[in-house]
Every structure is written in structure tokens, then in C-alpha cells.
């Protein structure tokens, strides 16, 4: 009968185990909750509850499951215990006998909980910082050893303007930083403390909350013990900062599968990050970047169930919560996986510069260019696009590209065009023309990555 035995005639039901106990995946939590208990009992034998020589019986033994836990020799499946917070004590009283029966005084698995959780996002969080930074680095190099690539950009699929590859790459590591600043934001706002907070309405022992904050680790304690062993908001955001991670890359995924594409044929990928068929010997697919897209439907899920879950919960603790851990568990895994995943992928890109700029020059890319100079001629932007407009439906007629069509044929047109025209329409040209900061012409590109080389070089 466990934790709360005294009040009970009954065991439970093997079907309310089933739905009650989280030991089979809150053992995740092990080291966390040592980690607190150790700070538990100081805490509490400075308040009085306990001797020194008594805390130091406990904090060894508890050093000794550490040191197990972190080793994965704790045997869980040995176990009828609940869930972890029982699992550790169960373990301190098999060892210590009553001396263990002390450690749970003025403490609740509420505030417990609450504790190790956000200790597990912090720690997690500082390492999916580092795959974010790693992706970050793989698409700086890859922008640096094809620096002079240009490939058609897109607006609804369809080409737009040609714009150059670390233009591209540069576009991702915006949103990945912006990913990181993100979990830097959350890391702030979450390092704060539950432990003391009890069961939901503090605790009765004079606990020095400060002290056990700091020795956690956190910056301070939580303010408010209701909130505290109630709020579940550092989860909701891990979980958006994944979904948000895991849609940007899900993006830049499908863009590499479309570059990979026989149809684009701009990029190939390295054999150790696609598959082949085991029917069409031809085959060399995208698998990994199609479950970086595919993957993303977990994460958001996890994101939409917790918050459902949460939503309308009256304070302060309810046994719904025990419902937060499996989804940002998977939902930390996969994002950790997929950042990975995807810095290999990138490390592997093999660029055609040849077939990017061949496609860059195709679907009159540079109409636009054609607009633009007939503006500079003195002409109003509206009639210049509306020329420029007539000038690409008589290339398509005659199948060629707008820089084929003579000189006279052109001034059919506008008597405004001169032979100059055809510089402005080299594909060089009209990308670097594009010289404002945050274009795709070769100075605000070249400076943006040499930006991200120096901060590569610095680690960060
Ligand atoms: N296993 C529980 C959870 O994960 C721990 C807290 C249990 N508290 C309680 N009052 N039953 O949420």
C-alpha cells in the first residue's frame, strides 16, 4: 500500500496501477530526484528535523544511488513502486531503515515533481542549445565552400528571382538562432525553484528556500506555492520552442528534398544519410530529411496535448500532470535526434553550381531586371512591368530566354532599350544589384556569413 498506507484497508487495482504508476517512464528522473533529496535533507537537518551525523547517513547513501543511476544499474523492473519520487525513498529505507523515514518531512512529491521536471528541461535544454548551434555551424560551412552558387529562389514554388546559396543558408540560420534565443529566454524565465513549497501550501519546517534553490542550481525560489507545484508553463514552452525548432527545420528539409529532386537536381546528399529501395536498385532517397518533416507531427502533438491537458485544471496539483513527462520526454528526444540528423545531412550536401545556375537562368528570372532598367530609362515602374511583361510572353512564344531577342525586337517594345540591356540581364548582375543589407548580392551576403564565421570560430 505504499506511500499513503495508513489510511487505506485495500491494496490498489491491478488496472489502477496501470493507469496511476509513472515509474515506468518517470525513472528518467532518477538522478534529478536524488539530486534534490540530497539538498532535501540538508535543508531539513538545518531546520532541526535531523542530526548531522543523521543527514550524512542519508546524503551517502543517496550519493551511492546517484552514482547507480548514473550508471543505469538501478533496477526499476524489479520494482512495484509508483513512481520514482517512491522508487528513491523505498531504496533510502530499505538501507537506512527509520533513519530513511525522515527524509520525506515537510516535502511533497507535489513539490517534488515539480523540481526534478524542471531540472531535466534545464539540463536538456542547455544540450539542444549546443545541436542547435551545431546545425548552425553545418550551414555556415556549407555557405562558405559554395559561396559563389546562385539557384533559382521561390515565391509559390515557382521561380522568382535567382538568389545565392549562402543567401539561402544564411535564411535558416536566422531562424535557428532565433531558436536559441528563444531557449535562452526560456532558461531565464523557468530557473526558479519549487522545492519547499510542499504538498501546495508551503511547508510548516523553517527551510532556508534561497540556499536550496542556489545549491539546485536555479537562480531563486518559486514565489508562490500554489503556482509552483502547479505550473506546468516551462513545459508548454520546451515543447513550443521544439515544435517551432522542428517546423524550421521540417522547412528546410522539404527544400533539400526538392533540391535533391531528379526534377531540381541542384543538390545530392551523402550516402550515410539516404536510403535505397529494396525494389528500384535507381533509388537513392531522402529518408532522413522526410522524417525530419514526418517527425514534427509527434512533437506538435505533444505540444496541443499537454495544453489540452492543463487547460481549465483548478490549483493547484491534479494527477492529469503526471501527463506532461511522456510527450516532452519524446518530444526532446526527436528534436535532439533531428537537429543532428540534419547537421549530417548538411555536412553531406554536394552542390551542381552548373544545374543551379542553369535553372537561376530559366523562367525568366530576370524580368524583373528588365522592369527595373526600363525605371532608370525614366519610365513609371507600373508601364515598365507591364512592358517588361509583353517582352517575356513574346520570348516564351519564340521558347527562349529574354537576353535572346535582338536588340530591334526588344525596342518593339520600348525605343528606351539599349544595347546596355544585356548586362543587366547576366544572372551575376542582377544577384549582386541586390546590394542592400539582408539582399542576395555578394556584400550584404558576404558580410552576414562573414559574421556567422567569426562566431563559428569563437564557438558560439
Ligand atoms: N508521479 C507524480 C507525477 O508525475 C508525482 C506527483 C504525485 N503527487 C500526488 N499527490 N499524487 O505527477
Not at 204 to 216: K, N
Request: proline share 3%.
Amino acid at each position: 500500500m505504499g506511500l499513503w498506507g495508513g489510511r487505506f484497508q485495500q491494496g490498489s487495482s491491478n488496472m489502477f496501477r496501470q493507469v496511476n504508476d509513472s515509474l515506468p517512464f518517470d525513472r528518467i528522473l532518477a538522478s534529478q530526484d536524488i539530486r534534490g533529496s540530497i539538498i532535501w535533507s540538508k535543508a531539513i537537518a538545518k531546520a532541526g528535523v535531523m542530526s548531522a551525523q543523521e543527514q550524512e547517513k542519508i546524503e551517502a547513501t543517496l550519493n551511492k544511488l546517484l552514482i547507480k543511476a548514473e550508471n543505469d544499474e538501478l533496477d526499476f523492473d524489479a520494482s512495484s513502486e509508483e513512481d520514482i519520487h517512491s522508487f528513491v525513498e523505498a531504496a533510502l529505507i530499505e538501507e537506512l531503515g527509520d533513519l530513511g523515514r525522515k527524509l520525506h518531512t515537510g516535502r511533497s512529491r507535489n513539490d517534488q515533481v515539480a523540481t526534478d521536471f524542471r531540472l531535466w528541461c534545464k539540463e536538456h535544454l542547455e544540450n539542444l542549445l549546443q545541436d542547435l548551434v551545431k546545425v548552425k555551424h553545418a550551414l555556415t560551412k556549407s555557405a562558405d565552400v559554395n559561396r559563389e552558387v546562385i539557384l533559382p529562389g521561390y515565391t509559390h514554388l515557382q521561380r522568382a528571382q535567382p538568389v545565392r546559396y549562402p543567401h539561402w543558408c544564411l535564411a535558416y540560420i536566422e531562424m535557428f538562432k532565433r531558436d536559441i534565443s528563444r531557449v535562452q529566454d526560456l532558461l531565464i524565465r523557468m530557473d526558479q525553484c519549487p522545492l519547499g513549497s510542499g504538498a501546495l501550501a508551503g511547508t510548516v519546517y523553517a527551510i532556508d528556500r534561497q540556499e536550496i534553490a542556489e545549491q539546485l542550481g536555479f537562480k531563486s525560489p518559486c514565489l508562490n506555492s500554489l503556482d509552483a507545484v502547479s505550473d506546468r508553463d516551462y513545459v508548454l514552452e520546451l515543447l513550443f520552442c521544439a515544435s517551432t525548432s522542428m517546423m524550421h527545420l521540417s522547412r528546410m528539409a522539404e527544400d533539400l528534398i526538392f533540391f535533391n529532386s531528379g526534377e531540381a537536381g541542384f543538390i545530392t546528399l551523402g550516402d550515410a544519410v539516404t536510403s535505397g529501395s529494396s525494389l528500384m536498385p535507381q533509388k537513392k532517397n531522402p529518408d532522413a530529411l522526410e522524417l525530419i518533416r514526418g517527425k514534427c507531427g509527434r512533437v506538435f502533438g505533444s505540444l496541443q496535448g499537454l495544453l489540452v491537458t492543463m487547460k481549465g485544471l483548478p490549483l493547484a496539483y491534479n494527477k492529469d500532470m503526471q501527463e506532461d513527462k511522456e510527450g516532452a520526454f519524446d518530444a526532446v528526444n526527436q528534436w535532439h535526434i533531428c537537429l543532428c540528423i540534419a547537421s549530417e545531412v548538411i555536412d553531406s550536401i554536394q552542390l551542381d553550381s552548373e544545374r543551379c545556375a542553369q535553372a537561376a537562368r530559366q523562367g525568366y528570372a530576370n524580368a524583373t531586371e528588365m522592369a527595373d532598367y526600363l525605371v532608370e530609362k525614366g519610365i513609371p515602374f507600373r508601364t515598365a512591368h507591364d512592358i517588361s511583361g509583353q517582352i517575356v510572353l513574346a520570348a516564351i512564344e519564340q521558347n527562349k530566354p529574354i537576353e535572346a531577342l535582338s536588340l530591334p525586337e526588344l525596342q518593339q517594345y520600348s525605343d528606351k532599350i539599349q544595347d546596355d540591356v544585356y548586362a543587366i540581364l547576366e544572372l551575376d548582375y542582377l544577384v549582386d544589384k541586390r546590394s542592400i543589407l539582408g539582399g542576395t548580392g555578394a556584400q550584404p551576403v558576404f558580410t552576414a556569413l562573414q559574421n556567422e564565421l567569426d562566431q563559428m570560430q569563437q564557438g558560439s
